[in-house]
């Protein structure tokens, strides 16, 4: 592994990723909930919309809680490790996906 790898690796304490997994599922079987109900001709439009919306919301606070985690853990440390104009890029890159 090479240190720039080793700077991006997800650094994770035990609570948070498993918060994370726990979370991810959850929506695993919100989405074959999803699946059984577009299997089921009598079920209503507007509920498999509100689920489909209910699992974008539950990812959104998936990624929330990793990037909350790299931002604390990482970027408020970056300066210290002199990476800062580094870190500042990357960061700005992925919260386009945001």
Excluded: F
């Excluded at 994770?12 to 929506?27: A, F, H, N, P, S």
């Excluded at 909930?33 to 209503?44: A, H, K, N, P, T």
């Excluded at 490790?81 to 386009?96: C, Q, Y």
Aim: proline share 0%.
């Amino acid at each position: 592994m090479t240190d720039r790898t080793c700077d991006r690796a997800l650094h994770l304490d035990r609570e948070t990723r498993e918060d994370g997994r726990r979370r991810l599922l959850l929506i695993r079987e919100q989405v074959e909930g999803i699946l059984r109900m577009l299997d089921d001709e009598s079920v209503y439009w507007a509920d498999v919309l509100e689920q489909v919306k209910a699992v974008g919301r539950a990812l959104d606070d998936v990624g929330d809680l990793v990037l909350g985690t790299h931002l604390r853990d990482h970027v408020v440390t970056a300066h210290q490790r002199g990476d800062a104009g580094r870190v500042a890029e990357e960061l700005m890159g992925v919260l386009k996906y945001r």
